[in-house]
């Protein structure tokens, strides 16, 4: 089977990538500057401009849709950019197009989930038999924000706060499993096999890393903080991850983290 990954240079593309390459797929993936190596084809392609995609999806079984940018351009990558790569996968004839989203774009009032929550309505409103695959958290991100969190000081967020950390290996995994299976036109989520609150992953993390800064809780209002706290970012979808937060904090500094 022969597919092309866009984002395949994120965090989630470098894992999902050579897995695909393993499991005997042809891959081709996309980056909007020319490059080479990871045992793939590179095609040049930007979902911002256009440029580039009706070539790449040419002669393509399967799209794995990973680009985003949740910081810039998010409306015209994420939104208007997957509107043309569906339509023009569609004129290719693409026969399935998978999508990362994220757990939570439809409870979570938050304007970057909005916008994923806009692309995956476009995919199933297209042509291209489709599945989306929600994922929690990944470990990194968790790991970068309560780094950014505490860039000042203590460690500060909503103790309360729900997430769901997952590995995003065993994310890529499951693509690799959804490819192999065909398009279903439904919503499949996925996520770490813990939940829990803001205040356990801090603790674990602090101790893990040898920090001695505390925590420094505040209450995220309204309705997104309610979302939080009610659980907006986790799932009860089986089956669930088996790598734990506490494995993560091991393998990446060295220390056994409190579970």
Known sequence: MRVLVTGAGGTLGREVSPRLVDAGFEVRATSRRPRTGSGVRWVTADLAT?????????DVDAVLHLASSPTRQTQRIDVLGTRRLVTTAADAGVQHLVYVSIVGVDRVPYSYYRHKLAAEQIIAAGKVPWT?????????FIDELLRLSSKFGPVIGDRAVLAQPVDPGEVADKLVELLRSGARGDIVEYGGPEVQRFDEAVRAWRQARGFRRPLLPIR??????RELRAGGLVTDARPAGRRTWADYLSDTYGRTAAR
């Not at 440029?51 to 040419?58: D, R, Y």
């Not at 995220?220 to 903080?225: C, H, Q, S």
């Open 50 to 58: 256009g440029e580039g995609i009706a070539s790449a999806v040419t």
């Open 132 to 140: 989306v695959l929600r994922a929690t958290q990944f470990f990194p």
């Open 220 to 225: 995220f209002p309204g309705r997104l903080g």
